[in-house]
């Protein structure tokens, strides 16, 4: 919102690391006093609701070290090269970790994952007409993972279970539930 009596002074960086950088920075105030805020800089990402044909979709169980436990959540990954289209990392991230390629792609949304201390942008793809391919993992924690599949009228009663309690998978799923009309 403009003028609304807030205005970035500047920021140092605290942490420039693999994924993401910590700043500190400086805020000036309605009224003129400043205050500093940490903030998490991230590339972006993407996520991939793919749905097979039999209307299961894909899930991974992968291995979260800020969690320190195995949760569910479907295909995403990062937007680490520099100018790429998000359509074409989702692309490239679906087959890396799950080995699948999609004939029918279509944006459902994008959203600010947690506006109060990061600027991580995501963006969630429907990717439908899925074809076996081959995968192409990276990291360990993909070498680890277990790719299954769900029916996804299934979902809403895993999420009220808490079985399922990603948000990304959760907002993308939803919205593909609906553009699917179910």
């Known amino acids: 919102m403009t003028g609304s009596g807030f205005a970035r002074r500047g920021a140092e960086t605290l ?36 749905v097979d044909d039999t209307g299961a979709v894909v899930l991974e169980r992968q291995y979260r070290v800020a969690l320190d436990t ?30 699948l390629e999609a004939t029918t792609w279509v944006q459902l949304a994008e959203f600010y994952n947690s506006p109060g201390f990061t600027d991580e942008h995501s963006t969630v793809f429907l990717a439908t007409g899925l074809t076996q391919v081959g995968s192409d993992v990276q990291g360990p924690e993909e070498e680890a993972m277990e790719v299954v599949r769900v029916p996804i009228d299934e979902i809403p009663e895993m999420i009220a279970r808490g079985e399922l309690v990603d948000a990304k998978s959760i907002i993308g799923i939803l919205l593909a539930l609906r553009r699917l009309g179910r």
Do not use: F, Q
């Open 70 to 99: 195995h949760i569910l959540e479907i295909p995403a990954g990062k937007r680490d090269i520099a100018g790429e289209d998000p359509a074409d990392t989702a692309r490239r991230e679906l087959l890396e970790e799950t080995g």
């Open 15 to 50: 942490h420039d690391g693999h994924v993401i950088r910590l700043v500190r920075a400086t805020l000036e105030v309605p009224g003129g006093t400043t205050v500093e805020r940490e903030i998490v800089e991230h590339p972006g990402a993407v996520s991939v609701v793919a």
